[in-house]
């Protein structure tokens, strides 16, 4: 069965791998497919990009991993659990590309089983969704994001968007930053108001419309001239990214926690990234910018 | 009593501050001090150079910190405490030169005090040391370093030296790289062995040794010519010392559990820094070489 679920999840990351590599006009799936195992069971493929055409890096990464007891960081916001053998295995996007037009995104689905001694599923739950983080950001591209997210979800559960969005907010919260780290999208966890075959359905179609208004809002961006003091700005904006992602980002936690391959967890930074003490008069004008879009709640 | 403290440790900040304005070659005291307060009590002076002759970026902090109870990471290790008003003062450096040659230098002294209820001094403590973080390790520097530590801390206990400088190997160890963040140095916390007065002239010694000590190494190695491929090789590896200061380092949490203020807490973060998926030969000669040192046990 770890097989067949596999599958599904690996097809997920194909899909996204080949639209990324139409996008960056070379193949680079060949090259950048690393298979990996892990000591304690299981492995992955990682792909990614470096110093491409379209991204700075991105990363698409398959992971199945099982072990003999759950990382403390998937358990959060889980009460009385049995926590056992367990399989956890998921697909995390995360794009970082070269003109500051085209935000970063990141797309992560996952599924959690654990298991019975005799081997059989006694609990299960699903995670996951999708992020936007601007550098200079549109109200349009923005607003497509979210109401492609909603109308995804309502063909599911009508209260999904509303709940998940907001989630969404709450996660990619930076408390010493005192700012969200984008401007959202959906964000799920601990999931199982589905069967689990309607789960998995409702993962596939998650990581399709990421895909989807990904592709459409970089289509629009990704000609678009910008200045070196607008690189500079995503350059050092990029560093809020790296300081969620090590302080606080829960897949990152259970990445290390588990004793995970760190080439792969890490693949999520940015390939280049400053951080400056003082800023000048320019840096300040696109940040006032965009913190205003990232304070905003963008629930459609 | 707290301005009679707080000004031995700002006459720390300043010899520092003299002694890489002469470094530097251009005055920069001036205009990089700034002056901040905290809103639950205390501030501080944060002085930064970026993109100078000598340093990408260097920061030296001094912050003075009253407040009700003490953050946790300020607790680690320290049991049966009964917590409450404290007072936290110190001076934090972090170097990092643009030259390869030169290693990236981190040197800490503070003072943690608690009061009871009529403000009088019920528990006090000492914690500090310095560390160094080459790219392209030369032996003899290492040696220097950890030689001039273990002179000035046998004069003041001969057991200080091998206690302390496998405290920072300990301390400044990466778990998920399996790799410690340099060649060592000196750490040391909860320490209350001396009287107050003699633990400050304690703390006075080490920021003084650190001092003599960097000064020394870098002078002899910041004219050495280097490639494109050692600076890139540097700002790769400084993404360790990035991961480091936020998934584990204890003064970087104390700062945000503090609320603290935010821009000098980070200010300890290199202005540039790579990460790399896949790595070259080059880079990967390189990095076997560091290796090699960093997991050497230099206690002399």
Redesign the interface.
């Known amino acids: 069965m770890i097989t067949k679920l596999e599958n599904i999840f690996q097809k997920i990351q194909e899909n996204i791998l080949v639209k990324f590599e139409e996008f960056e006009g070379t193949p680079f799936r060949d090259k950048s497919l690393d298979s990996w195992t892990r000591k304690e069971g299981g492995g992955g493929k ?1 792909a ?1 990009i ?1 110093n491409g055409n379209f991204f700075d ?1 991105c ?1 698409v990464n398959f992971s199945s991993i099982v072990g003999k007891n759950l990382p403390e960081a998937a358990l959060k916001n889980k009460k009385n659990i049995s926590n056992g053998k367990f399989s956890a295995m998921g697909v995390s996007v995360i794009s970082h590309p070269k003109n500051p037009h085209v935000p970063t995104s990141h797309m992560n689905v996952r599924l959690f089983c654990l298991f019975d001694s005799n081997g059989n599923i006694k609990d299960w739950w699903i995670g996951g969704g999708y992020d936007l983080t601007p550098y200079l950001p549109y109200r349009d591209d923005i607003k497509i994001w979210h109401k492609e997210a909603k109308h995804l979800l309502d063909s599911f559960d009508k209260t999904y968007y509303k709940n998940f969005s907001k989630e969404c907010n709450d996660y990619f919260y930076i ?3 005192k700012e969200r780290r984008g401007v959202g999208g959906i964000f799920f966890d601990n999931l199982k108001d589905l069967s689990i075959e309607n789960s998995l359905i409702f993962l596939e179609n998650v990581a399709k419309q990421y895909l989807n208004s990904y592709v459409e809002i970089a289509s629009k961006r990704k000609d678009t001239k910008y200045s070196q003091v607008e690189k500079e700005f995503q350059l050092i904006r990029r ?1 809020r990214y ?2 969620f992602n ?2 606080y980002d829960r897949g990152t936690a259970f990445g ?1 926690q588990s004793n995970g391959r ?2 792969s ?3 999520s ?10 800023k000048d008069d320019e840096y300040k004008a696109l940040e006032k910018k965009l913190l205003k879009y990232i304070n905003e709640d963008w629930n459609v």
């Open positions: 990682t990614v470096a890096n990363a408390p010493h930053r560093g790296v300081e090590l302080v290390l760190i080439e967890i890490l693949a930074l940015p390939a280049e990234v400053k951080w400056s003490y003082k």
